[in-house]
């Protein structure tokens, strides 16, 4: 009896393990519309999380991935020593997603990496990205510069501590995932970089596509309506059918003289909000959501300085020292 009891136990198990993994899996398909939103507020030098909700769900990023794109493209212009004004020659696959080829693109165009930069970071621009990519990726590996390069970005997420995160292309027309408290993580390492923060800060933008009839001016302008207000200077906002509306948003407030609480050492810092918003239904409920948390973040902020409550190692994102 006792092992006909056990064989029963066995058999409901294995089901209830097939019946989780099914739900995973059909979870996991969900579209935007269909799952709670995520977000996450941080102040960047105190590395402290002020608010947080579906923080550590995995869920499609859309055009935020642009912003690892971007960095690893950076990274690489630092390593070559190759300058802004560099041209480099549209490929045959950027032209795979014509609603997000916001600069209308053609093969064989040129364009300088400052201006591709411009277009990837300011809009949802796939074509942009991959340009960068292709140039990028073919120092790397001429026979596969598309695969060396996104090789290259789950480097990235990899070294910054990215755990949840997997890159699928180097564009964000292709369904990439992520979680909130994961792109804390390549915020903070992004607004570390002077041209991405110039980029992104700003409102508006004139790049020039050269073709064989000269060069043709494309007035770009941010998708992010945040800048300006609180404070807000970058990074970048987002919207897809799978990812819903996103957006990562960088806010400073003059430097102030404290205890850092990870130290206990008086000193002066800026004061930095990251604000992380995921699979809103609309732009306007994004941006409504991101304008709360950081008038809510900014509060809490500032309560919690005169606290200085280290207690919780789970309230706290660092990115890995070298």
Known sequence: ???????????????????????????????????QPSYIVVETNSERVLFAENANERRPIGMLTNIATALVVMDWMRNENLSMDTLVTVPQAACRWPASNMM?????????????????????????????????????????????????????????GMKQTTYKGVNGAVRSTSTARDLVLLGIYAIERPQVQNICAKTSYTANVINTMGPRPVQIINTNRLLASQGVDGVRSAGSGSAGYCVMASAKRGSVKAVNPTTGKQSTYAQRLLVIVLGMPSASHRNNKAAALLRDGWEAWEIWQTTSDTSDPSKFIRLPKN
Not at 25 to 34: D, N
């Open 104 to 160: 209308q693109l053609h093969p064989g165009d040129r364009i300088s990496l400052r201006d591709a930069l411009h277009s990837a970071l300011m809009w949802d621009d796939s074509a942009a990205a991959t340009t960068l990519a292709w140039a990028c990726g073919y120092s790397l590996a001429p026979q596969n510069p598309e695969m060396a390069f996104l090789d290259q970005m789950n480097k990235l997420a990899e070294a910054i």
């Open 1 to 35: 009896m006792n092992k006909l009891i056990d064989r029963i136990k066995g058999i409901l198990l294995a089901g209830t393990a097939v019946m989780l993994s099914a739900c995973s899996q059909l979870y996991h398909s969900k579209s935007a519309a269909e799952m």
